[in-house]
Each structure stands twice: as structure tokens, then as C-alpha cells.
């Protein structure tokens, strides 16, 4: 009897070290998101305050007429939009992890090993969950370079249009001759000839 209890006390030690090195993990794992999060912030304060600059610049230097708002206006709504709508994936799918988290966390254990397999299905929601959110910020990334891709092509075909236009433009009008004119030298070749 003795022994089952100073092997259960053992077993209570094992998984509370367990629980302490998970919360460790965690802690870390936290902290690592929210120094990333910070760079992250970090880096778009830095190019709001590079935009605010450019715009100083310009408009010292030509005024107000210069200074080109609605580029900028439009660079900070798509980048607002991009982090709303990944805001809203992101809530969606911790809603999504959590619910499955509690589900788990509410179904009984049984002692024998069950406990150290709902933590290993953690670690593994805990990856899976890093890697589609790896996916989707990729997937976004790749869909912004493609916008940004397609504007510079329809950018350029419409600077292709008007260099045309204007080549055309510059051109003389040249006026393509007659059929009789065209026949005159060509009898004249064929005469010479024969």
C-alpha cells in the first residue's frame, strides 16, 4: 500500500514537472509571438514615418500641388485591409483550436498514459496551427506580390498605349498609293525586259 502511494506521488511529481515545463514552453513560445508581433510593428511605425517624410519633402518641394496623397491614402487602406481580413483568420482559427482544446481538456483522462497523449495531440495542434499560419501568411504574401505584379503590368501596357499613340501621332501621315501608281513601275520593269 505504501509503495502505491509513493508511486503515485511520484507519478503526481512526474506530471506536475510536466505541466511546469509545458507552461515554460508556452511562456516562451508567447513571448517569441510577441517579439515577432513588436518587430512587426516596429517595421510598419518605421514606414508610416518614411511615407510622412516623402510627403514633407514633396510638399516643400513643389508644394501642394506635389504631393501625391492618394497613393499613399490607398497603400495604407490596402494594408489595413490585409490586416483586418488576417485578423479575422486568425480569431477564427484560435476559435476553432480553442474550441477543440476545451473539448479535449473536458473529456475524462484515464490514468493509464491517456494524459501524456492529449498533451502530445497539443504539441501537435500547436504545430499545425504554427504551420497554417505559415501557409496563410504565405498565401497572402503571394497574393499581394501578385496584385502588385498585375498593376505593374497594366501600368505598363497603358505607358505602351500612349508611347504607340504617340509615335503614331508624330509620324507623317503617310498615304499608301494607288494601285494604277504601283502598276505604272511595274509595267515600266516588265517593258525594260522584255
Known amino acids: ?113 491517456h494524459w501524456s497523449l492529449a498533451h502530445s495531440e497539443d504539441d501537435a495542434s500547436l504545430s499545425d496551427l504554427d504551420e497554417e499560419l505559415c501557409l496563410e501568411r504565405q498565401c497572402r504574401q503571394l497574393k499581394a506580390h501578385i496584385e502588385t505584379l498585375t498593376r505593374a503590368i497594366t501600368e505598363r501596357n497603358h505607358e505602351i498605349e500612349r508611347l504607340e499613340n504617340r509615335l503614331n501621332e508624330s509620324l507623317p501621315a503617310r498615304v499608301l498609293p494607288s494601285a494604277v501608281e504601283v502598276y505604272l513601275p511595274i509595267s515600266s520593269i516588265f517593258d525594260a525586259i522584255i
Not at 517569441?32 to 518605421?46: D, G, M
Not at 510638399?59 to 491614402?73: A, P, Q, V
Not at 490586416?83 to 476553432?96: M, Y
Request: proline share 1%.
Open 1 to 113: 500500500m505504501e509503495q502505491n502511494q509513493r508511486e503515485n506521488d511520484r507519478l503526481k511529481a512526474i506530471m506536475d514537472a510536466n505541466s511546469l515545463i509545458e507552461s515554460l514552453d508556452k511562456r516562451t513560445s508567447i513571448r517569441a509571438f510577441e517579439i515577432q508581433r513588436v518587430q512587426e510593428l516596429e517595421l510598419a511605425y518605421s514606414k508610416m514615418k518614411s511615407d510622412l517624410d516623402r510627403l514633407i519633402e514633396e510638399k516643400t518641394e513643389h508644394g501642394y500641388e506635389g504631393m501625391n496623397f492618394r497613393s499613399i491614402f490607398e497603400k495604407t487602406m490596402e494594408e489595413n485591409d490585409r490586416r483586418r481580413e488576417e485578423s479575422a483568420e486568425l480569431r477564427a482559427l484560435l476559435a476553432s483550436r480553442f474550441e477543440k482544446h476545451t473539448f479535449n481538456r473536458a473529456s475524462p483522462h484515464a490514468d493509464s498514459g
